[in-house]
T-cell receptor, first 112, second 113 residues
Framework: QKEVEQNSGPLSVPEGAIASLNCTYS??????FFWYRQYSGKSPELIMF????GDKEDGRFTAQLNKASQYVSLLIRDSQPSDSATYLC????????????FGQGTELSVKP | DAGVTQSPTHLIKTRGQQVTLRCSPK?????VSWYQQALGQGPQFIFQ???????QRGNFPDRFSGHQFPNYSSELNVNALLLGDSALYLC????????????FGPGTRLTVL
């Protein structure tokens, strides 16, 4: 079992729709959760972080965390073609210093 | 406010050679983590430097080593390069040696022939 798992996709949604990206993790002691966006040929860009159970909203993005189910998701409302990228889920644990464990990423394609 | 910088952007080496990659963290940050990202994969943690010491290390051989300088900048050294070392090497900048928010630099694309 991988430590952090994501569907590799591609996930295709029409412009204006809600894109839902999912991530599961195996370490129950994980404490910090991050979503990065990575355009082709570029480096990952931090878009959301969440530490507590529940929802966290930032503009069109909502991160959802359920520690009991070891599940974290990212919702993108009103998806735009510019949202087309690979989305990486990363998980950290404070007693492991700055080590983040990444999933393999989900490729999102938003069709005009 | 300067972001994370890395140099060089691209590098081509042959098997057996050694390479040094450089990173300067975001202004106000004191922690540098290095990651290796193979094509189609998520980044894999190599190690983290905080207070000029290696604080945490991932599952990478001793051929991978690093250093952090008093100004918080960092170097990643890879000896005896293998074809499998070809990847995007990413530096992430953070604060306090924790898993708090980390910001990536543009990366160095290393090709080993």
């Amino acid at each position: 079992q991988k430590e952090v798992e994501q569907n590799s996709g591609p996930l295709s949604v029409p412009e204006g729709a809600i894109a839902s990206l999912n991530c599961t993790y195996s370490d129950r002691g994980s404490q910090s959760f991050f979503w990065y966006r990575q355009y082709s040929g570029k480096s990952p860009e931090l878009i959301m972080f969440i530490y507590s159970n529940g929802d966290k909203e930032d503009g069109r993005f909502t991160a959802q965390l359920n520690k009991a189910s070891q599940y974290v998701s990212l919702l993108i409302r009103d998806s735009q073609p510019s949202d087309s990228a690979t989305y990486l889920c990363a998980v950290g644990r404070d007693n492991q210093g700055g080590k983040l464990i990444f999933g393999q990423g989900t490729e999102l394609s938003v069709k005009p | 406010d300067a972001g994370v910088t890395q140099s060089p952007t691209h590098l081509i080496k042959t098997r057996g050679q050694q390479v040094t990659l450089r990173c300067s963290p975001k202004s106000g940050h004191d922690t540098v983590s290095w990651y290796q990202q193979a094509l189609g994969q998520g980044p894999q943690f190599i190690f983290q430097y905080y207070e000029e010491e290696e604080r945490q290390r991932g599952n990478f051989p001793d051929r991978f080593s690093g250093h952090q300088f008093p100004n918080y900048s960092s170097e990643l050294n890879v000896n005896a390069l293998l074809l499998g070392d070809s990847a995007l090497y990413l530096c992430a900048s953070g604060a306090g040696g924790t898993t708090d928010t980390q910001y990536f630099g543009p990366g160095t694309r290393l090709t080993v022939l």
